[in-house]
């Protein structure tokens, strides 16, 4: 089975994100807010909330 992912990717709010992918669908994001805060992530008409401190990555699950 292929994965793909793809990393450091910039996105809004200083952050830095890697996302991997399997079978054309989103396995997981993760995420490292350089600057730290709270966040809005949407995917597929679903919104999670989240909070990252500074130069913590966290990894979020599909």
Not at 29 to 52: C, M, R, V
């Amino acid at each position: 089975m292929v994965r793909r992912e793809i990393t450091g990717l910039r996105a809004r709010g200083n952050i830095v994100v890697d996302l991997k992918w399997q079978k054309n669908k989103l396995v997981s994001a993760t995420l490292n807010a350089l600057d730290g805060g709270d966040f809005k992530l949407i995917y597929k008409n679903k919104n999670k909330h989240i909070s990252l401190k500074a130069n913590t990555p966290k990894i979020v699950h599909f």
